[in-house]
Nanobody, 118 residues
Framework: EVQLVESGGGLVQPGGSLRLSCAAS????????MTWVRQAPGKGLQWVSS???????VYADSVKGRFTMSRDNAKNTVYLQMNSLKSEDTALYYC????????????WGKGTLVTISS
């Protein structure tokens, strides 16, 4: 059974940092492209970043230069290091697996809440 479990969310002041983790199980982690997606209160889903199997990363313009996504294939875990946090980064952050062009994003975690407030 595929499982994605996020952790690391919390309440942080503007300008602060957080590191989110997503522990994966039930599949060959190193073979998959992984993604972070967020949903701000009352808004739709917003793609944040993705990491290819080889570690190449891509980011949304809104987080570029502030967020860094990485993966540890030995630990079956992806990370999202978030620096210089802003109030508009407040959201529920989901980790997701990309199953390829045919399936798209096929598995999601339950999310971890990030709140940026003074």
């Amino acid at each position: 059974e595929v499982q994605l479990v996020e952790s690391g969310g919390g309440l942080v002041q503007p300008g602060g940092s957080l590191r989110l983790s997503c522990a994966a199980s039930g599949f060959t982690f190193s073979s998959y492209y992984m993604t972070w997606v967020r949903q701000a209160p009352g808004k739709g889903l917003q793609w944040v970043s993705s990491i290819y199997r080889d570690g190449y990363t891509v980011y949304a313009d809104s987080v570029k230069g502030r967020f860094t996504m990485s993966r540890d294939n030995a630990k079956n875990t992806v990370y999202l290091q978030m620096n210089s946090l802003k109030s508009e980064d407040t959201a529920l952050y989901y980790c997701a697996r990309y199953g390829g062009s045919y399936y798209g994003v096929d598995y999601w975690g339950k999310g971890t809440l990030v709140t940026i407030s003074s």
